[in-house]
């Protein structure tokens, strides 16, 4: 069984649609993230939950906007897509918020803009 | 969170031994050093997480110096499917970790 699973693994769409990325986690964490990785390769952190709740927004505009409806679920809605939108965006999860436990991440949902 | 210095690629025959270094010389004493990898078109994978000991795992094993500012990934054995890119991260938390350049490894056979 995947323990971090993204939907969909490809994303191809026009300019100014609006569009939505599933990630799932079975591990039982508690915080899941959503991490962007641009065409440079920078793997930056957007957005962090921990039960359900939003506790890391980086500076990332509100076109934006992460769902969580229970703690294995967090979903990302992106509204008026742009150009450079198109990137590599990466879910991840872990255990309880500031302890060394390590992340673990999906495979990716690489989103293109025509 | 303490920055990292890394080289940016290095190389090694498959089945020796990979060392790659990480500066961290600004560190906190409660900053925690982590290992990612990513392959080619995958997610990052943890490797391994250590605080003052040396640490081993099933993958790696990680040295920290004493005064805590620099270490040392070993992959003891390295094969074609270790070529990838190596984050070392320093943070005081596992929800907030910056990855930087990392270090290409190309293993060769």
């Known amino acids: 069984d995947t323990a971090v699973s993204q939907t969909p693994k490809y994303l191809v769409t026009q300019m100014g649609n609006d569009k939505s990325i599933k990630c799932e986690q079975n591990?039982?964490?508690?915080?899941m993230y959503w991490y962007k990785q641009d065409s440079k390769k920078f793997l930056k952190i957007m957005f962090s939950y921990n039960n359900k709740e939003l506790i890391i927004n980086e500076t990332v505009p509100n076109r934006f906007s992460p769902k969580s409806p229970d703690k294995a679920h967090l979903n990302l809605h992106i509204n008026s897509l742009e150009l450079g939108d198109s990137a590599v965006y990466f879910c991840?999860?872990?255990?309880?918020?500031?302890?060394?436990?390590?992340?673990?991440f999906g495979d990716g949902t690489r989103l293109s803009i025509l | 969170d303490a920055k990292t210095t890394q080289p940016p690629s290095m190389d090694c025959a498959e089945g020796r031994a990979a060392n790659l270094p990480c500066n961290h010389s600004t560190i906190s004493g409660n900053e925690y050093v982590y290992w990612y990898r990513q392959i080619h078109s995958q997610g990052p994978q943890y490797i391994i997480h250590?605080?003052?000991n040396n640490e081993t795992n099933e993958m790696a094993s990680l040295i920290i110096t004493e005064d805590r500012k620099s270490s040392t990934l070993i992959l003891p054995h390295a094969t074609l499917r270790d070529t990838a890119v190596y984050y070392c991260i320093v943070s005081a938390s596992n929800s907030k970790l910056t990855f930087g350049k990392g270090i290409t490894l190309s293993v060769r056979p």
């Open positions: 991840a999860s872990s255990q309880a918020r500031g302890s060394n436990q390590p992340q673990h």
């Open positions: 250590g605080l003052k």
């Open positions: 591990l039982g964490h508690d915080t």
